[in-house]
Structures are given as C-alpha cells and as structure tokens.
C-alpha cells in the first residue's frame, strides 16, 4: 500500500485530502508538527508527498529542498499562490507537479495515481538510503548528517564512524570491531586515529544539537 504524506497546515484542507486517499486505498499521514517535517518523513517513509507552501516556520520551498537532500520520492505542491514564478520555483526546487487551490479533490488523485504509476519503480528505497536514531540523520548517499533542520559535512572516516554506531544502535561496539570495520587490519591503525576521528566526529554533533550522542562505555567500546 502506497503511503501519502500531507503537509498542509489548514486542518480542514488536509483532513480532506486524507480521507480522499484513503478511501483511494492508500495509508495517509498529514504533518502536525511543523518544526519536525524532516524527522516525521524519516520515520514515515512516505511514497509521495503532498506539500503545501505557506506552512509556519518555513514555507514549503524550503521542505522540498531538504527532502531532495534525503529522497527522490514524487512531491505534488498544493497552493493557493498562482504566480508564474512560484511554480518555476517549486520545479526547480524538485517538485514533481503543481496543483493550485482551490482544486477538484478528484483531479488530484488522478495526478497523484499518475505519479506513482511514472516513477515509484525508480524510487530509491529511504530505508536504504537514511539511517535515523534520536532525531540524528545519516544520509547514506552524500555522507551528511541531519539535526533539527541542520546539517554537516562529514570526512568519509568520520560517517563509516557514525555508520558503524548507528546500524548497531543501542548496542555496544568495541573499538577494535570499528578499526577492523574502517581500515581491515587494525595492525597498521595507530589506536590513536580512532580516537581523534571520534572527537572530531563528536564535536560536529555536537555543534548541531546533539551534546553526548556518542557514549564510550569504558573499557568496551561507544554506543550511541
């Protein structure tokens, strides 16, 4: 069952576009909590997502362009502006189609039945592709990580680090596993690189919300 993601925040609008998908027989979620859009499509994992421009905080044009950054799941906007430029920008930014209010709720299930029929085969599953723990990103295709709607750049030790920790979340993982992990043959590995990459590592995650994501568990390893 294709899932649809609702980002609108007029809740009559968006109530209607729910129940339209579902009796449609799709799984619909709509966003309440609009300082968390990032971190609700992660967990969702939607197959399309309908996006609003005007939404409090930041407007829909910014969404779509951190989406972009983690997915290329199909995006419809749904607006009431109908300038020119705001549809060169919402392309532009990785929308897929535009539907401006007010709208036939018919019409778009058939763009959005179009949608998914065009380009679900060529989707990149999102598990594959991000790994999510404690509102922590990883973005597996670009080696960055998301916070709270910011982001780093990491060295490519410091994400197979981070990697590592977070497919083995809430588990120990010792420190000889990670150098065997990183370099396959922790006798030519100064034990010391480890720690350095794991400081460095530490203090970007921290410099983006996350203070002590990172636990050493003395004597046995890091756990995150």
């Known amino acids: 069952m294709f899932k649809i993601l609702v980002i609108e925040d007029d809740e009559v609008i968006g109530e209607e576009i729910l129940n339209a998908v579902r009796k449609h027989g799709y799984e619909g979620k709509r966003i309440e909590d609009f300082n968390k859009v990032i971190e609700e499509f992660v967990k969702y994992k939607p197959d399309l997502v309908l996006l609003d421009i005007n939404l409090p905080a930041y407007?829909?044009?910014?969404?779509?362009?951190?989406?972009?950054?983690?997915?290329?799941?199909?995006?419809?906007?749904?607006?009431?502006?109908?300038?020119?430029?705001?549809?060169?920008?919402?392309?532009n930014m990785g929308g897929d189609d535009y539907v401006t209010k007010p709208f036939s709720?018919?019409?778009?299930?058939?763009?959005?039945?179009?949608?998914?029929?065009?380009?679900?085969?060529?989707?990149?599953?999102?598990?594959?592709?991000?790994?999510?723990?404690?509102?922590?990103?990883?973005n597996l295709k670009d080696d960055t990580v998301m916070y709270d709607g910011n982001n780093i750049q990491l060295t490519r030790?410091?994400?197979?680090?981070?990697?590592?920790?977070?497919?083995?979340?809430?588990?120990?993982?010792?420190?000889?596993?990670i150098i065997r992990e990183l370099w396959?043959?922790?006798?030519?590995?100064?034990?010391?690189?480890?720690?350095?990459?794991?400081?460095?590592?530490?203090?970007k995650?921290?410099?983006?919300?996350?203070?002590?994501?990172?636990?050493?568990?003395?004597s046995m390893g890091y756990i995150v």
């Not at 039945?113 to 990883?138: C, M, P, Q, W």
């Not at 030790?157 to 596993?177: A, Q, Y």
């Not at 396959?184 to 203090?203: H, P, W």
């Open 59 to 91: 407007d829909g044009f910014y969404w779509c362009g951190k989406i972009r950054m983690l997915s290329k799941v199909p995006i419809i906007f749904i607006s009431s502006r109908t300038e020119e430029m705001d549809i060169i920008i919402a392309t």
């Open 105 to 138: 709720i018919n019409i778009l299930l058939t763009k959005v039945n179009a949608l998914l029929r065009r380009t679900y085969s060529y989707f990149n599953d999102l598990e594959s592709d991000v790994i999510t723990h404690k509102g922590l990103i990883l």
């Open 157 to 177: 030790n410091e994400f197979k680090i981070l990697h590592i920790l977070m497919k083995n979340k809430g588990t120990i993982v010792s420190r000889d596993r």
């Open 184 to 203: 396959q043959d922790e006798s030519f590995v100064d034990d010391n690189t480890l720690t350095v990459n794991i400081a460095r590592l530490r203090k």
């Open 205 to 218: 995650i921290k410099n983006i919300g996350l203070p002590n994501y990172i636990e050493t568990q003395k």
